[in-house]
Nanobody, 122 residues
Framework: QVQLVESGGGLVQAGGSLRLSCAASGRTFSSYRMGWLRQAPGKEREFVAAVSESGDVKSYAESAKGRFPIFRDTAKNTVYLQMNSLKPEDTAVYYC???????????????WGQGTQVTVSS
């Protein structure tokens, strides 16, 4: 089992930045690809970014590319999402997830955190 706990969400003005953190425990953290997915009210959960087991390969949704770098610190069992140039449309609950399946699909992840709210004001 893998347990994931997100933190770092909050209220920020458009153009501002937030760093989300996901602390992992349980099975070997480095054995899983880590991803961030988000869900806005009334919408489906969507892929944002992911980083490979080694930390060398990263994937991004088009909306996140160039704005939301993802990285992991294996020694600390933590993955981060650095969110820059935030827009109101980024408002959502952000979930950390671990898995070995399809990178851009929610079905590709087996373990999920509880989510952290990110709200971006105009």
């Amino acid at each position: 089992q893998v347990q994931l706990v997100e933190s770092g969400g909050g209220l920020v003005q458009a153009g501002g930045s937030l760093r989300l953190s996901c602390a992992a425990s349980g099975r070997t953290f480095s054995s899983y690809r880590m991803g961030w997915l988000r869900q806005a009210p009334g919408k489906e959960r969507e892929f944002v970014a992911a980083v490979s087991e080694s930390g060398d390969v990263k994937s991004y949704a088009e909306s996140a590319k160039g704005r939301f770098p993802i990285f992991r610190d294996t020694a600390k069992n933590t993955v981060y999402l650095q969110m820059n140039s935030l827009k109101p449309e980024d408002t959502a609950v952000y979930y950390c997830a671990a898995g070995t399946g399809a990178v851009r699909s929610r079905d590709g992840y087996d373990y999920w955190g509880q989510g952290t709210q990110v709200t971006v004001s105009s």
